[in-house]
């Protein structure tokens, strides 16, 4: 039998996981409904294309506290050029130009980081005030209340709708499918190009990584560039889910997502982490904040509760690190 | 880890035949600031052939090899490699030119597995995009063989232990289609089978018409390997050769620039028949789980009891549990007669021990804080004034007495522990000891990492603090400096007292013999 | 690399602060209309500029200054910082206002340099702070319990006086919100009988993800649910959202505080039933009316008629001598949505 010691990460916080959604269910077996799962993914989408950026930047030993804002600029500045165009909107063009926006903001971060190589909490510290400041000096800081019909009819779309028998209609948000690619092009990129490879070299020993022929700077710029333009699509589909664009929404929840990531087994000194481990990080999050009224839980109580479940999942799937 | 030695099949790149020159570097000169660290510095590495670069610790070594391997840029000079001569290179293009190095740290990736560390460099150069993670392994069961070495793959490297990872590091330079291995300092963590193993590689190596070019300031290594011999002093070329044109007190004088009493060390001081009296520390029936079982030892004032083993053999779990650094170290321990529970480090000092660790860098100094504040920390209580405030003038003179005692090189005791050297750092770390009125010192590898010239200071030092009636246990894995320091030898074999070196019996071939029987 | 770095941080650190701080100088007042016997100099300190609300409340301000000649002008922060709201007032103070109108970030923050305008002869005329200390006056829209109670009115009517409800609050430590949901769980209490409270207040930290989710939540832990009451200007549009999209328009009223042009589509589908919420217009002209009757040295009872709906007939507080109350909330159904821009 293999020691505790030696089982992943991952495998042990699926179980932590596990555990407490068949705690809750036991509680409220209301949370063991379709409805109720289809909402959980939705919640996950936001947080989780965030945490999986995040991912990449932890993994290469580096660490950003901007991509929030750079969200939030993305989403604002998107929404308010599809607003002044006018007509119907188009979901794909203002997908394409949040993520090109926010891969633009995010090479700003890269240009500090690969190209004068100043430490990355620092600079992203520097422009997330600098990113969400100049939003809100320069752009606007009214909401916009008024989308596009073509976001709000993409905001309605669901898959797997129903009508269940007291006249509500329940369905999966097209938006998790944004969550799915993301997963999907990160966990490729991590696992299978050499690219991703060099991300967690660069993260284990960036001495190393240098001598071993790894561009740095260069690997750099692609990571900041990656995280921004994730930011982007999570900033966009924000808006969408909303059906507004709040130029003071997001920001301030890097930690949140942050800690999602930390949950899920990436380590804030760089060279470890996965996919798998993060969305397991991310679901645990979503998974708490959404039961607690399901569970009843008073609410004088539930910011006790989510910090002291996180503190003691943590522990738990850290603990093989110690031993 | 050391099977299949016999039938290596290294792969080696066309056009490697044995006497060519591979590379010529001409006239480097680098400056850091106001330092010449290396000034108009020209050498051959020729295929097939086994180069030492010989040096202390700040000589340039380091630099040169940067150049070499194009992480730093010449101030002048040029390269030449096949022919083609380089105002500077580029790491990649160094690689791509069959330059490889083994740097002190193996410059592996901690976090990732064996295979992948054998593989990334090669597919980061051939500037892949997919990794297949099937074909990894076989490549990477390859280059282990090709070296005649074992290891798990899959095992990530930060869990193996260091003579492992440097095998890996070797492995993948290979793999590489090195033309020239440069070796920085490879020996300084292995213990002595282990070099033995690493010296048998490397003479394949030549033999395979790979270039090599071996850093090292351990003149026995030098001379038993090198074809030829460049010594480094200050940044610049003082002496060069065949191997066979130097002694080793000829290489010990190019490398300090002074005459160092011989390199056989002085003998031992004998002990005074009136210190025999009684052990100042008895150890039975000691145990660290995990660590070591059974251990009976004693050291009386004034003797050195060396500890020699292979790397794993408990020496070191055993003067951790000592020191209470294991809460779950468990047996009878008397210093001077009376019992003593050594349950944490403040009751190991209480009771009269000092431990100087292995790596001081990260268990014993605090390198950016002055000599002084490192001198005092253990001994703070005692410095205390009224409302136990510390006592500026105190603290001052009692640093400056430590700094005195063990000969610390410096202008000012104010200045911060980083500025000075390894060998002069080590005695800042045996002041702080001596300060809290030990009388029993137990020293984890004293000299690893320290030149020569210090090397000798510390020794004479230690044989003079034994001669003021310290008991001293010392673990080494430097058989010269055992055999010149110990009275005694206890060699250690998967957590026990395998045997005993007494007497005339203490000397380095029967250490040799000994630790080789146990491999 | 060292001096590079701080080098960049501070210049990073000062783009960062110039642009949140610069770039917001005064807004030229139009030409007086009216001809004051002595001209004053009133400022409006806000708490944050450039959004629709306190945009809305500027038109309120530069009505007053066109109708009467008298000087006033409207400031606030670019960003919500009580400290950002502090360096105003003290540049206010050194200019020599005769009057400031403050809406507080942080009453707790403002204190120390309102009791210093004061004490330099400035006149302090507050709203939403009836816990400052520091002012000459202070009025409130209303009285916090009976707009509740109004609120919970809406609800029961919309429930048809039966069923479950529940009730969201910014923060369990927001003093407005919680005397909202106090007066109208009273009145719930008092007149409601068949109406129950689900739960304890929910709070949604002023976001509108959070009450969306929350909404949601409460949708499956209670199905029977028939009404919500709101605070925030946040919740009416998150629970808007999480009853749409559940499609029970039908089955679940939403009522609470927000504004049109958050609610609008809310309102239009359905799933938001009423929202209430107090004209910023009209608070700016009147707290700018009442700092000239106070400059004039009148003095202000209950009863005091601004000439203003929902200010006709002030209400001084029973404890408090120098906190008004108006009765100045407005209702909006799809009926009467398409007056209001903000």
């Given at each position: 039998?293999?020691?505790?010691?030696?089982?992943?990460?991952?495998?042990?916080?699926?179980?932590?996981?596990?555990?407490?959604?068949?705690?809750?269910?036991?509680?409220?077996?209301?949370?063991?409904?379709?409805?109720?799962?289809?909402?959980?993914?939705?919640?996950?989408?936001?947080?989780?294309?965030?945490?999986?950026?995040?991912?990449?930047?932890?993994?290469?030993?580096?660490?950003?506290?901007?991509?929030?804002?750079?969200?939030?600029?993305?989403?604002?500045?998107?929404?308010?050029?599809?607003?002044?165009?006018?007509?119907?909107?188009?979901?794909?063009?203002?997908?394409?130009?949040?993520?090109?926006?926010?891969?633009?903001?995010?090479?700003?971060?890269?240009?500090?980081?690969?190209?004068?190589?100043?430490?990355?909490?620092?600079?992203?510290?520097?422009?997330?005030?600098?990113?969400?400041?100049?939003?809100?000096?320069?752009?606007?800081?009214?909401?916009?209340?008024?989308?596009?019909?073509?976001?709000?009819?993409?905001?309605?779309?669901?898959?797997?709708?129903?009508?269940?028998?007291?006249?509500?209609?329940?369905?999966?948000?097209?938006?998790?499918?944004?969550?799915?690619?993301?997963?999907?092009?990160?966990?490729?990129?991590?696992?299978?190009?050499?690219?991703?490879?060099?991300?967690?070299?660069?993260?284990?020993?960036?001495?190393?990584?240098?001598?071993?022929?790894?561009?740095?700077?260069?690997?750099?710029?692609?990571?900041?560039?990656?995280?921004?333009?994730?930011?982007?699509?999570?900033?966009?589909?924000?808006?969408?889910?909303?059906?507004?664009?709040?130029?003071?929404?997001?920001?301030?929840?890097?930690?949140?997502?942050?800690?999602?990531?930390?949950?899920?087994?990436?380590?804030?000194?760089?060279?470890?982490?996965?996919?798998?481990?993060?969305?397991?990080?991310?679901?645990?999050?979503?998974?708490?904040?959404?039961?607690?009224?399901?569970?009843?839980?008073?609410?004088?109580?539930?910011?006790?509760?989510?910090?002291?479940?996180?503190?003691?999942?943590?522990?738990?799937?850290?603990?093989?690190?110690?031993? | 880890?050391?099977?299949?030695?016999?039938?290596?099949?290294?792969?080696?790149?066309?056009?490697?035949?044995?006497?060519?020159?591979?590379?010529?570097?001409?006239?480097?000169?680098?400056?850091?600031?106001?330092?010449?660290?290396?000034?108009?510095?020209?050498?051959?590495?020729?295929?097939?052939?086994?180069?030492?670069?010989?040096?202390?610790?700040?000589?340039?070594?380091?630099?040169?090899?940067?150049?070499?391997?194009?992480?730093?840029?010449?101030?002048?000079?040029?390269?030449?490699?096949?022919?083609?001569?380089?105002?500077?290179?580029?790491?990649?293009?160094?690689?791509?030119?069959?330059?490889?190095?083994?740097?002190?740290?193996?410059?592996?990736?901690?976090?990732?597995?064996?295979?992948?560390?054998?593989?990334?460099?090669?597919?980061?150069?051939?500037?892949?995009?997919?990794?297949?993670?099937?074909?990894?392994?076989?490549?990477?069961?390859?280059?282990?063989?090709?070296?005649?070495?074992?290891?798990?793959?899959?095992?990530?490297?930060?869990?193996?232990?260091?003579?492992?990872?440097?095998?890996?590091?070797?492995?993948?330079?290979?793999?590489?289609?090195?033309?020239?291995?440069?070796?920085?300092?490879?020996?300084?963590?292995?213990?002595?089978?282990?070099?033995?193993?690493?010296?048998?590689?490397?003479?394949?190596?030549?033999?395979?018409?790979?270039?090599?070019?071996?850093?090292?300031?351990?003149?026995?290594?030098?001379?038993?390997?090198?074809?030829?011999?460049?010594?480094?002093?200050?940044?610049?070329?003082?002496?060069?050769?065949?191997?066979?044109?130097?002694?080793?007190?000829?290489?010990?004088?190019?490398?300090?620039?002074?005459?160092?009493?011989?390199?056989?060390?002085?003998?031992?001081?004998?002990?005074?028949?009136?210190?025999?009296?009684?052990?100042?520390?008895?150890?039975?029936?000691?145990?660290?789980?995990?660590?070591?079982?059974?251990?009976?030892?004693?050291?009386?004032?004034?003797?050195?009891?060396?500890?020699?083993?292979?790397?794993?053999?408990?020496?070191?779990?055993?003067?951790?549990?000592?020191?209470?650094?294991?809460?779950?170290?468990?047996?009878?321990?008397?210093?001077?007669?009376?019992?003593?529970?050594?349950?944490?480090?403040e009751?190991?000092i209480g009771?009269?021990?000092a431990?100087?660790?292995?790596?001081?860098?990260?268990?014993?100094?605090f390198?950016?804080q002055s000599i002084e504040r490192n001198i005092v920390v253990s001994t703070l209580r005692s410095l205390r004034g009224r409302w136990r405030m510390l006592k500026p003038a105190g603290v001052r003179s009692a640093a400056e007495a430590g700094v005195r005692q063990t000969?610390v090189?410096t202008q000012t005791v104010t200045q911060p522990v980083?500025?000075?050297?390894?060998?002069?750092?080590?005695k800042v770390l045996l002041a702080r000891w001596l300060a809290t009125g030990a009388?029993?010192?137990?020293?984890?590898?004293?000299?690893?990492?320290?030149?020569?010239?210090?090397?000798?200071?510390?020794?004479?030092?230690?044989?003079?603090?034994?001669?003021?009636?310290?008991?001293?246990?010392?673990?080494?894995?430097?058989?010269?400096?055992?055999?010149?320091?110990?009275?005694?030898?206890?060699?250690?074999?998967?957590?026990?007292?395998?045997?005993?070196?007494?007497?005339?019996?203490?000397?380095?071939?029967?250490?040799?013999?000994?630790?080789?029987?146990?491999? | 690399?060292?001096?590079?770095?701080?080098?960049?941080?501070?210049?990073?650190?000062?783009?960062?602060?110039?642009?949140?701080?610069?770039?917001?100088?005064?807004?030229?007042?139009?030409?007086?209309?009216?001809?004051?016997?002595?001209?004053?100099?009133?400022?409006?300190?806000?708490?944050?500029?450039?959004?629709?609300?306190?945009?809305?409340?500027?038109?309120?301000?530069?009505?007053?200054?066109?109708?009467?000649?008298?000087?006033?002008?409207?400031?606030?922060?670019?960003?919500?910082?009580?400290?950002?709201?502090?360096?105003?007032?003290?540049?206010?103070?050194?200019?020599?206002?005769?009057?400031?109108?403050?809406?507080?970030?942080?009453?707790?923050?403002?204190?120390?340099?309102?009791?210093?305008?004061?004490?330099?002869?400035?006149?302090?005329?507050?709203?939403?702070?009836?816990?400052?200390?520091?002012?000459?006056?202070?009025?409130?829209?209303?009285?916090?319990?009976?707009?509740?109670?109004?609120?919970?009115?809406?609800?029961?009517?919309?429930?048809?006086?039966?069923?479950?409800?529940?009730?969201?609050?910014?923060?369990?430590?927001?003093?407005?919100?919680?005397?909202?949901?106090?007066?109208?769980?009273?009145?719930?209490?008092?007149?409601?009988?068949?109406?129950?409270?689900?739960?304890?207040?929910?709070?949604?930290?002023?976001?509108?993800?959070?009450?969306?989710?929350?909404?949601?939540?409460?949708?499956?832990?209670?199905?029977?649910?028939?009404?919500?009451?709101?605070?925030?200007?946040?919740?009416?549009?998150?629970?808007?959202?999480?009853?749409?999209?559940?499609?029970?328009?039908?089955?679940?009223?939403?009522?609470?505080?927000?504004?049109?042009?958050?609610?609008?589509?809310?309102?239009?589908?359905?799933?938001?039933?009423?929202?209430?919420?107090?004209?910023?217009?009209?608070?700016?002209?009147?707290?700018?009316?009442?700092?000239?009757?106070?400059?004039?040295?009148?003095?202000?009872?209950?009863?005091?008629?601004?000439?203003?709906?929902?200010?006709?007939?002030?209400?001084?507080?029973?404890?408090?001598?120098?906190?008004?109350?108006?009765?100045?909330?407005?209702?909006?159904?799809?009926?009467?949505?398409?007056?209001?821009?903000?």
């Amino acid at each position: 039998m293999k020691p505790p010691g030696s089982w992943r990460h991952e495998t042990v916080l699926a179980a932590v996981v596990v555990a407490l959604m068949v705690g809750i269910g036991l509680v409220n077996p209301a949370f063991w409904t379709l409805a109720n799962f289809f909402d959980l993914l939705k919640a996950s989408v936001v947080t989780g294309i965030l945490a999986l950026g995040v991912l990449i930047v932890l993994i290469s030993g580096g660490i950003d506290i901007s991509f929030t804002a750079i969200a939030a600029f993305a989403m604002y500045v998107t929404c308010w050029i599809s607003v002044s165009l006018g007509g119907e909107g188009s979901v794909l063009l203002g997908l394409l130009l949040a993520v090109g926006m926010g891969t633009g903001l995010g090479l700003i971060n890269a240009c500090f980081i690969g190209g004068l190589r100043l430490p990355t909490l620092i600079v992203t510290l520097g422009t997330a005030g600098v990113f969400h400041g100049f939003l809100l000096a320069f752009i606007g800081t009214e909401i916009i209340n008024t989308l596009p019909p073509a976001y709000v009819r993409f905001s309605r779309w669901q898959g797997f709708r129903q009508t269940l028998s007291g006249g509500e209609t329940i369905g999966l948000s097209v938006t998790v499918l944004a969550l799915v690619a993301a997963a999907v092009i990160v966990g490729v990129l991590l696992r299978r190009t050499v690219l991703g490879r060099s991300i967690y070299a660069l993260g284990g020993n960036p001495e190393a990584a240098h001598r071993i022929g790894i561009r740095v700077a260069r690997v750099q710029f692609l990571i900041y560039g990656l995280v921004g333009g994730l930011a982007g699509l999570a900033g966009l589909i924000h808006a969408v889910m909303m059906r507004n664009a709040n130029p003071s929404d997001l920001v301030g929840t890097e930690l949140n997502v942050l800690a999602a990531a930390v949950l899920g087994g990436a380590s804030i000194f760089g060279g470890r982490g996965s996919v798998a481990g993060t969305l397991l990080g991310v679901w645990l999050i979503v998974v708490l904040n959404n039961s607690l009224i399901l569970l009843g839980v008073p609410s004088y109580w539930q910011r006790v509760w989510v910090g002291a479940t996180i503190v003691v999942s943590t522990a738990i799937s850290a603990r093989r690190r110690s031993s | 880890m050391a099977a299949g030695l016999e039938s290596p099949s290294i792969p080696v790149p066309e056009g490697a035949s044995p006497g060519t020159p591979f590379a010529a570097l001409h006239g480097l000169s680098k400056r850091f600031g106001g330092v010449q660290a290396l000034d108009d510095v020209s050498l051959q590495l020729r295929a097939g052939e086994i180069r030492c670069l010989a040096g202390e610790n700040g000589c340039g070594k380091s630099t040169l090899i940067k150049l070499l391997s194009g992480v730093l840029r010449p101030d002048a000079g040029r390269i030449e490699i096949d022919g083609d001569s380089h105002e500077r290179l580029r790491p990649i293009q160094a690689i791509r030119l069959g330059i490889q190095v083994i740097y002190q740290d193996f410059a592996l990736f901690p976090n990732l597995s064996v295979a992948e560390n054998l593989t990334l460099p090669g597919l980061v150069e051939q500037r892949r995009f997919w990794v297949n993670r099937r074909s990894l392994r076989p490549a990477a069961a390859e280059a282990l063989a090709n070296l005649g070495v074992e290891l798990p793959l899959d095992t990530t490297v930060g869990g193996l232990p260091v003579a492992g990872q440097q095998l890996v590091a070797i492995a993948r330079a290979l793999r590489q289609r090195a033309r020239l291995l440069v070796l920085d300092e490879p020996t300084t963590a292995l213990t002595h089978k282990e070099v033995e193993v690493l010296l048998g590689v490397l003479r394949r190596l030549r033999e395979a018409g790979v270039a090599i070019l071996f850093v090292s300031h351990k003149t026995r290594e030098v001379l038993d390997l090198a074809d030829s011999v460049s010594v480094l002093r200050n940044g610049r070329l003082v002496a060069g050769g065949a191997g066979s044109d130097f002694t080793p007190g000829s290489l010990a004088e190019a490398l300090t620039g002074r005459s160092v009493g011989g390199l056989s060390p002085s003998p031992r001081a004998d002990l005074q028949e009136s210190d025999r009296a009684g052990p100042r520390i008895e150890v039975s029936d000691f145990s660290v789980p995990g660590g070591c079982s059974g251990i009976h030892l004693q050291v009386r004032a004034g003797e050195i009891v060396g500890l020699a083993g292979l790397l794993g053999a408990g020496r070191t779990a055993l003067v951790q549990g000592l020191f209470g650094l294991n809460p779950q170290a468990r047996g009878r321990v008397r210093v001077d007669g009376r019992e003593v529970t050594p349950d944490s480090p403040e009751a190991a000092i209480g009771a009269g021990l000092a431990y100087v660790p292995e790596d001081r860098l990260s268990e014993g100094l605090f390198l950016n804080q002055s000599i002084e504040r490192n001198i005092v920390v253990s001994t703070l209580r005692s410095l205390r004034g009224r409302w136990r405030m510390l006592k500026p003038a105190g603290v001052r003179s009692a640093a400056e007495a430590g700094v005195r005692q063990t000969g610390v090189r410096t202008q000012t005791v104010t200045q911060p522990v980083s500025t000075l050297s390894g060998g002069n750092q080590q005695k800042v770390l045996l002041a702080r000891w001596l300060a809290t009125g030990a009388r029993v010192l137990i020293l984890n590898r004293p000299t690893a990492g320290v030149d020569i010239g210090a090397r000798e200071e510390i020794h004479a030092r230690l044989r003079a603090f034994a001669a003021d009636g310290l008991a001293i246990l010392l673990i080494s894995d430097e058989l010269p400096e055992l055999a010149s320091l110990s009275h005694r030898v206890l060699v250690m074999h998967r957590g026990r007292v395998a045997v005993e070196l007494e007497g005339n019996a203490v000397e380095e071939g029967n250490l040799a013999l000994e630790l080789d029987g146990l491999a | 690399m060292k001096r590079k770095t701080v080098l960049t941080v501070v210049s990073l650190l000062a783009l960062a602060g110039a642009l949140t701080t610069g770039c917001h100088e005064r807004s030229p007042v139009s030409p007086p209309t009216g001809s004051p016997e002595r001209k004053f100099t009133i400022a409006t300190v806000v708490k944050l500029d450039g959004i629709a609300w306190f945009n809305r409340m500027r038109e309120g301000v530069e009505r007053f200054a066109r109708e009467t000649g008298h000087d006033c002008f409207q400031q606030g922060p670019p960003k919500a910082d009580a400290a950002l709201q502090v360096q105003i007032i003290e540049d206010l103070i050194a200019q020599g206002v005769d009057a400031i109108c403050v809406v507080p970030f942080s009453v707790e923050a403002l204190e120390p340099v309102l009791g210093k305008a004061r004490k330099q002869g400035i006149l302090v005329v507050a709203h939403e702070a009836s816990n400052l200390a520091n002012a000459d006056l202070i009025i409130e829209p209303f009285d916090n319990h009976a707009y509740g109670a109004h609120l919970m009115d809406h609800l029961a009517r919309f429930m048809g006086e039966q069923g479950q409800f529940a009730v969201f609050v910014g923060s369990l430590t927001s003093q407005s919100h919680n005397e909202w949901i106090d007066g109208a769980l009273a009145r719930q209490k008092a007149e409601y009988p068949k109406l129950s409270l689900a739960r304890d207040r929910i709070e949604e930290y002023d976001d509108q993800n959070t009450a969306y989710q929350k909404t949601l939540e409460l949708l499956k832990a209670f199905p029977e649910l028939k009404g919500i009451q709101g605070s925030a200007s946040t919740t009416a549009a998150g629970a808007g959202l999480a009853v749409e999209e559940r499609g029970l328009q039908n089955q679940v009223s939403v009522v609470g505080s927000g504004l049109v042009s958050q609610c609008r589509q809310y309102l239009e589908s359905g799933s938001v039933k009423l929202i209430s919420f107090w004209d910023p217009a009209d608070a700016g002209y009147v707290m700018n009316r009442l700092a000239v009757r106070l400059l004039e040295g009148r003095q202000i009872g209950d009863g005091e008629d601004l000439g203003v709906e929902g200010y006709h007939a002030l209400q001084r507080d029973t404890a408090k001598t120098n906190l008004f109350f108006g009765a100045a909330w407005v209702d909006v159904t799809t009926n009467n949505m398409a007056q209001y821009n903000f």
